[in-house]
């Protein structure tokens, strides 16, 4: 199998994951297989990737909320709207990551 596939689906299932939507509906707006989708949430395993690249095809299925940052560390999500400081984002995940 080859890696970037792999990588393809870790980015939709963890989508998914944020996006508060079902299987069924996240699969129609990624126009993607639902089933497909839960095959690789169960082979993917319960491991959330450290970092996942955002695609066109991965962002088109997102919600439509401009100015919307989200971060997933461990089992908290982090939804940052509007502008926002590096370095107290930084200082933020940081304390998300020791408590992971």
Not at 40 to 60: R, Y
Not at 71 to 89: I, K, N, S, Y
Request: contains cysteine.
């Amino acid at each position: 199998m080859r890696a970037a596939t792999r990588e393809r689906w870790r980015a939709h299932v963890a989508a998914w994951a944020t996006s508060g939507l079902t299987c069924k509906a996240y699969a129609a707006k990624a126009r993607i297989n639902p089933r497909t989708l839960t095959w690789w949430k169960s082979k993917l395993g319960a491991a959330a990737p450290a970092f996942v690249e955002v695609t066109a095809q991965v962002a088109a299925a997102a919600e439509p909320e401009v100015g919307v940052l989200e971060v997933v560390v461990g089992r908290a999500l982090l939804r940052v709207r509007g502008r926002v400081d590096a370095d107290a984002l930084a200082r933020v995940l940081d304390v998300l990551e020791a408590r992971a």
